[in-house]
Structures are given as structure tokens and as C-alpha cells.
């Protein structure tokens, strides 16, 4: 699990292949992506983006979109 720097979003990696982002307060779940192989641990890298490692290397998801200055897990 990592935490965002904010507090106000959650990132998790699974055995499943997946990431997924949690609003801690409410448990909902946001944005999931999918990976080829298993995770092994994930971070948030400043407010937008996370990073995690597993078995097929490290994968970077930024979670802004130019088009909408707000981070798309703000949605």
C-alpha cells in the first residue's frame, strides 16, 4: 500500500496483476490498471503518480491528463 502525499488517495498492488487507487475515506475504488505478472510493491511519486515493481520490472502510471489540470483520480 502506498499512501498519497496528500493523504487523500491510496495505492495498492496485488498478486492479481493490478493497481488500484482507493479513496480512503470513503473506500471507493478509482482508477485500476493491469500488468503482465505479479507486484511486488508500489509508491506514489509527487501528487500524480505512482510506481510499482514486480516481477516483469518497473511500471510508472501518471494519473493526470493534459486536457483536465485536475489528477484524473480527483474524478
Same mark, same amino acid.
Given at each position: 500500500?502506498?499512501?498519497?502525499?496528500?493523504?487523500?488517495?491510496?495505492?495498492?498492488?496485488?498478486?492479481?496483476?493490478?493497481?488500484?487507487?482507493?479513496?480512503?475515506?470513503? /473506500?471507493?475504488? &478509482?482508477?485500476?490498471?493491469?500488468?503482465?505478472?505479479?507486484?511486488?510493491?508500489? $509508491?506514489? =511519486? #509527487?501528487?500524480?503518480?505512482?510506481?510499482?515493481? /514486480?516481477?516483469? &520490472?518497473?511500471?510508472?502510471?501518471?494519473?493526470?491528463?493534459?486536457?483536465?489540470? $485536475?489528477? =484524473? #483520480?480527483?474524478?
Amino acid at each position: 500500500v502506498a499512501i498519497a502525499p496528500d493523504g487523500t488517495w491510496l495505492a495498492t498492488t496485488s498478486n492479481d496483476q493490478t493497481v488500484r487507487t482507493w479513496d480512503p475515506t470513503t /473506500g471507493t475504488a &478509482g482508477p485500476m490498471m493491469r500488468v503482465e505478472g505479479m507486484l511486488r510493491a508500489c $509508491a506514489w =511519486l #509527487l501528487e500524480d503518480a505512482v510506481a510499482v515493481v /514486480g516481477e516483469r &520490472g518497473v511500471y510508472i502510471f501518471d494519473l493526470w491528463h493534459p486536457s483536465n489540470p $485536475a489528477p =484524473l #483520480l480527483g474524478l
